[in-house]
């Protein structure tokens, strides 16, 4: 690695180099060492000659966007490299299909021949990282490539066997009062500025149209079945009120503005049954009173967690719990796109609800089609680099473009069923204070029980959706601010239930869908097959604002929202859904059922531990998510309520693996990530 760094300071560096082949490369490479004297004029034609030979004998293009030609002899006193950045990718034949646009032309004497294999040996450990990719193509000059690398060594430490999580900076604070707030505080403010600065590109743009409709749904959804249950007096308006409103300010105030807050399904519980023990004390007249006290405890309590640094506890949290509640939030965005489709064609009674049903089917199949047909395009061999960009960052909002057009050519008010937005009377009113006067004493202080309940669902959701957001496979590289966020969490619910509107938590499904529209991502082959990692998010607050900016006033245009089929969001649903569970390693475990051992893709854990010990770590989770959806979906909202705790006991369960699985195979099946040295086998 020295040798790179040595060369590339010393000014062997050619970047925007507008060549399509090899021969075209290493002439151009040549010229350059000659003109900057590394290579004497007399030598050219022979270390030119030397190089094509060498290309049409064995070709050097060894995959990775990576091509190392090389030519030694003994009448070459002074090694010389020249890396070469390319203006436009080439196929030139790559074993893993990647177009090749770096090239490492390097010469020397014969007896470099130890040192030549030190340099190939770095050159591939660079090359495999896909951040360097990202750094080195949008870099504008020699100190950019050089950076790059320097970054590499830095965060590529190799170690053998993986580790559990390691303890993120986020959740080291000191036990002292408000360390972790003060903390995070000076963490994410040097960022401040730059977080709008980071949000003007184009990206941004196609992620803010695709998360407006994505956070919109939800909320007229949520707020619609929140009305039925209590009443009206909590509706789609307050809804909407409440996401614009704590969208805003957690956009602003917050450490990871990256993560959407929204209503969710356990909240919706909550709120439900609070309302159904009014009925029960007869104290329905009362009940914004008593969930404003319950809130006001709730954000108390919070707050009271985020000043005395409880989100370290996350920290006994690993991918084993991730997994499953990250697997239980996709499902639950695809349990609530499918349920309504087959209601459709269960009350179906006459040929005009049978087409309304089947058009309900073709909208959000035809929906979910296109949006992940245009979101595989970044990986495509057809159109220019920037259309497949394009297409592949506006495709969920083209698609729903698309068959909003198609309902109403297709369909008619009779056949459709729209989005809901009409506004109860109780629904309207709850945006004036609520009156905590009329609630009699002895309630204001026993809503202290529900509020600790409240109090464990919203740390538990908003922790683990920030864990998930700031996994180190998102690379995010601004910091963490768990107590900060937890903090500014405990004000919005107070807020909330100061004007009756329902409370604000982190939504998961949302939140991982707004990092991969804000990501870059890079097709990769390895020995688990082709799959796509993230190599670079674009961290701002200008997505969050505009997206809660337009929720916000969507409230003024009520009346045109009504014209929004169902079934075209269903068809968004069931994409935020399923691109979320793609790539989560528990999925890919539990495919492994269905498949032949021997062709099982090659990667940490399939290497080092027995398939039995697979299976039963898989089944393990599929047990403890089979449990959630089963608490989730059950009649009894006594039991639903409790879901946080349920949610809190996966980590025993997961120290109580420990005594049934080998140490070390844990160890990888539950690693962080993978080890770095599984990415330095090249295909």
Known sequence: MNFLFRSIAEGSCLLNLDASNMEEIIDAAIDFLVQTGRLPESQKAMVSEGLKEREKRIPTVIGHACAVPHFYDDAITEPAMVFVRLK???????????????????IGSSEQTESHLDTLSSIARLMSDNVVHFEMMYGDSQ????????????????????????????????????????????????????DFKDGLKAKTLASIIFMFFACL??????GGLMGEGTGGM???????????????????LTGQPLIILGGIGPMLIFTIILFDLCI????????????????????????????????????????????????????????????????????????????GALLTLILAIGTFYIAMTLARLRSSKYLFPWMREFLADFGPSIALLCMIALAWWLGDATTLTTLDVAVNASDSSSGWLVNFGSVPIWIRFA?????????????????????????????????????????????????????????MVAATVRSLAHIRSLAWSEEMVDG?????????????RISPLVIHLLIGGSLLVLPLLQYVPKAALYGIFLYMGFVSLKGVQFIERLSFWLMDSS?????????????????????????????LCVINVNPFQEIRILFPIFIALLVPVRFLLGRFFDADHLAFLDADEAPEDEELHWV
């Open 599 to 627: 062709l099982y893709p090659i990667n940490h854990y399939t290497r080092r531990v027995p398939t039995r010990s697979i299976h039963l770590f898989t089944l393990c989770q599929f047990i403890c998510l089979v449990v």
């Open 234 to 252: 909590i509706g789609v308006e307050s809804m909407l009120k409440a996401t614009a409103v704590c969208g805003l300010a957690y956009a602003l």
């Open 280 to 355: 029960e004390m007869e104290q329905t007249e009362n009940f914004l009173g008593i969930y404003g006290w319950v809130g006001i405890w709730t954000g108390l309590f919070t707050i009271l967690l985020a000043v005395t640094n409880a989100s370290n506890l996350m920290k006994y949290f690993t991918r084993f719990t991730d997994e499953i509640f990250s697997a239980l939030m996709s499902l639950i965005f695809i349990y609530k796109a499918v349920v309504p489709i087959f209601e459709g064609f269960r009350d179906a009674e006459d040929g005009t609800s049978y087409i």
């Open 143 to 194: 100190q950019d490539m050089l950076d790059a690398m320097e970054r590499h060594v830095n965060r590529n430490v190799l170690a053998a066997p993986p580790k559990p999580r390691e303890i993120s900076e986020g959740l080291k604070t000191e036990p002292k009062l408000f360390a972790g707030l003060i903390a995070d505080i000076k963490r994410r403010t040097p960022h401040y500025i730059s």
């Open 88 to 106: 436009h990718a080439s196929n030139m034949g790559a074993p893993d299909g990647v177009p090749t646009r770096y090239i490492y032309v390097l």
């Open 217 to 222: 749904a939800p909320a007229v959804t949520f």
């Open 528 to 540: 688990s097959g082709q799959h796509s990692e993230i190599v670079h998010v674009a961290e701002n």
């Open 447 to 503: 809503a202290i029980v529900p509020a600790i309940l409240a109090t464990v669902l919203i740390f538990l959701s908003q922790n683990i959706t920030a864990r998930l957001v700031n996994s180190p496979e998102n690379r995010l590289e601004k910091g963490e601010a768990y107590h900060l966020d937890l903090a500014v969490i405990g004000l919005l619910v107070a807020l909330c239930s100061l004007f009756g509107w329902p409370w």
